[in-house]
């Protein structure tokens, strides 16, 4: 660049930097209210500075990579964390940042992200998961039934059997240690479900709540680090890894010619597929002879969207119109869709942890978290065992199968990105309904039967 441009470009920048300058000390000195009135912000100005705060910060952390490991889209959910705990803090006096200020689990804020922007995102990413997994889903399912079932249930077993112990050991009861146990396996469904056995008991509710906000965060961060340390503890080669995989996957589908395409984008069968998994989701089955008045299963948003996103995506086509979505639909949504699931759950985990500890105080906050690593990490380390160890699973296979088994959405994103294929989603998708049937019974009966 020469001299000229380089002098003109400062120039330019100068005017720039004048300009603002000058608009700020008008605003300032204003006899109108000054600088408070000067901006505008409302809650929602609040909602969407924070949300795209948290994303551009989150994304910034999940860049940085020690060593090939890096935290990914899980760094949204750290910064939502930090981002959720400095709202409670308490400057709702302070001109301009009284809007972000948040008193409690109940303001508009955090019902907007944990509601609205969470379940959103949840349905994007597993619909997306469904889709990308389903033509070759029942196959693998088929040739492998009995290793995903048995890896389901020896993940959720092996990690029920901490919390079981866990409870004998010290005095806080069935009921935080079942809220311990369903947020180290990231369930919202089993969270819910433990919530529901003591339904109308306001002091066993909160704590399970503060169980679960206490082993969330690593209950997310240990499988992330997981799916990406492993491959390099066992120094595989990922080349012949994915060709492995690949080899499991089988031959790919093939779909009749001249199908008809309602949109370029595949919107209008991923919208039919969301709204069938929706109903799926809703439908409620007993679990005992009290019938709809005691504990009850049901697939929910995320068990449901992607079961019917999985049989969608196998069959491509219904008569003449195609089901098929491209492909880069399909990982925008994915990325998008796990993106906003944790910028909500981070955040109001953040806002959470800090309304129960403070409830609570220190020790019971470090006995959780030291039970909920070991409910995290054990299951985990005892699925790759059996997965690879005894029934000769190729690694990638074992490792979606284990994120599956440990009901964990965020895990299933890095390890697509890790094993750079999106085969996993697959084994992944075959262990899930296993493990989410198995972790709501495990919660509510650890209340039922241990209280």
Not at 313 to 325: A, N, P, R
Request: with cysteine; hydrophobic share 50%.
């Amino acid at each position: 660049m020469s001299n000229n441009n380089k002098s003109k470009k400062i120039l330019w920048i100068g005017v720039a930097v004048a300009i603002v300058a000058a608009i700020a000390i008008w605003c300032a000195l204003a006899p109108a209210g000054g600088l408070t009135e000067s901006f505008n912000f409302s809650k929602t100005f609040a909602l969407f500075t924070t949300i795209f705060v948290i994303v551009a910060l989150g994304y910034l952390l999940g860049g940085i990579e020690v060593k090939g490991v890096s935290l990914g889209t899980a760094g949204v959910f750290l910064i939502a964390i930090l981002v959720g705990w400095l709202c409670t803090l308490p400057f709702g006096d302070i001109p301009l940042l009284g809007a972000f200020h948040v008193a409690s689990e109940a303001d508009s804020i955090v019902s907007t992200l944990k509601g609205p922007i969470q379940n959103i995102g949840l349905i994007l990413f597993v619909g997306a998961v469904g889709f990308i997994a389903g033509p070759n889903f029942f196959k693998n399912l088929a040739k492998n039934f009995k290793t995903y079932i048995i890896l389901g249930i020896v993940i959720i077993v092996s990690g029920t059997l901490v919390a079981v112990v866990c409870t004998l050991l010290t005095d806080y009861g069935p009921e935080y240690w079942s809220g311990i146990l369903s947020g180290a396996l990231t369930s919202t469904p089993g969270f819910s479900a433990a919530k529901d056995a003591v339904a109308g008991n306001g002091d066993l509710e909160a704590l399970i709540t503060l169980g679960h906000a206490i082993a969330y965060p690593f209950g997310v961060i240990g499988v992330v680090l997981f799916v990406q340390l492993i491959p390099k503890f066992l120094k595989v080669d990922m080349d012949k890894e994915r060709e492995l995989l690949k080899a499991e996957a089988g031959e790919e589908r093939k779909l009749p010619e001249n199908l008809f395409k309602c949109d370029p984008f595949g919107l209008m069968p991923f919208g039919l597929a969301v709204i069938a998994g929706l109903l799926l989701g809703s439908v409620t089955i007993p679990l005992t002879p009290a019938g709809y008045a005691g504990p009850c299963f049901s697939l929910g948003t995320t068990g449901g969207v992607l079961i019917m996103c999985l049989v969608f995506g196998h069959f491509g086509h219904f008569g003449k119109m195609s089901l098929e979505i491209p492909d880069s639909t399909l990982k925008v949504f994915r990325e998008f869709g796990l993106m906003m699931f944790l910028l909500g759950a981070g955040f109001h985990g953040g806002v959470s942890l800090v309304e129960q500890v403070s409830k609570y105080g220190g020790p019971i906050v470090i006995w959780g978290f030291v039970g909920g690593a070991l409910m995290t990490v054990a299951p985990m380390i005892i699925g790759l065992l059996l997965a690879k160890g005894i029934m000769k699973l190729p690694l990638l296979n074992s490792l979606g199968s284990i994120t599956g088994g440990m009901t964990s959405t965020p895990a299933l994103g890095t390890l697509i990105k890790t094993a750079k294929t999106d085969d996993v989603a697959s084994a992944y998708a075959s262990t899930y309904p296993i493990a989410l049937v198995l972790i709501v019974l495990a919660c509510q009966l650890m209340i039922t039967l241990m209280a």
